[in-house]
């Protein structure tokens, strides 16, 4: 377990991620030394969401952290916070959403969409609502951190727990393909296929839709491949079949233009 300081707010996180049916769960634990440097800690239970990935919840997880901070019982006065959670995808991704995506409209280098858009304009707003640093570091999941473990253990009774409602709305259909999602999967060509549609989403911050999809056209290399694509075309559904035309980049997958749908 990391060695702790006085005068520093500890605050671990964690968030949850179960199936059938998929809901989501976050553990938050507070930790700080008193005067005599006696170790005290504050665990925190919230209901968790129903339809949440684990990325979701790990932000979640260290949002409400952040904001519920101030509401705990602490009697000491810090001076920072050290957020310590298991996510690689928090620590490594904040400084990047803060300097990089905030600034690009929320889309990568290569104008792809940032996922989560939402919570992490949360993050930062609650960060920067702190009057004190915040710092972000990574612990290695349940191992030897006896927090870690409590927070991940408060991540899946939360799971357990009254549902809220989804944090981003996904209409879904079974998929017919036998194979995973795998991202870049299939190459942007320009090409005129045809896709059935099995997860549909807007991403309400880019003012994009999301879609997963798997190739249905029997004479394409890529057939029964399952993919991530996006569009400025908003109304394809989910359980439908289309031709389309994508884009030539497949750093940035598009849908261009629908041709036509399949009945």
Known sequence: MKILKKNTLYIY????????????G????YIYLDNFEEEHKIDLELDGFSSATNNQMELSAVIEGIKNSGLQDI???????????????????FKNAVYNWSNQGWLNKNGRPIENAELWKK???????????????????????????????????????????????????????????????????????SIHIINEQYL?????????????????????????????LHHLKAGHKY???????????????????IK
């Open 243 to 261: 031709i389309v035309t994508f884009n030539t980049d497949s750093n940035n997958p598009r849908i261009l233009k629908m041709i036509k749908e």
């Open 75 to 93: 009697p000491i006065n810090y001076l920072s916070i050290e957020v310590r959670t298991d996510s690689r995808y928090v620590v490594d991704n």
């Open 204 to 232: 309400n911050i880019q003012k994009l839709s999301k879609y997963r999809y798997e190739i249905i056209s029997s004479n394409s290399k890529y057939y029964g491949n399952v993919d991530i694509i996006f569009s400025e």
């Open 26 to 29: 976050i553990g938050i634990r």
């Open 123 to 193: 993050l930062i707003k609650e960060v920067r609502k702190i009057k004190h640093k915040v710092d972000f570091i990574w612990v290695k999941g349940h191992k030897s951190d006896i927090h870690n473990i409590a927070v991940d253990n408060l991540a899946k009774k939360s799971a357990k727990s009254f549902l809220n409602n989804p944090i981003s709305v996904v209409k879904l259909r079974r998929k017919k393909s036998k194979k995973s999602t795998k991202r870049g999967s299939i190459d942007m060509r320009g090409q005129r296929v």
């Open 13 to 24: 996180t964690d968030g949850s991620s179960l199936p059938k049916p998929r809901r989501g």
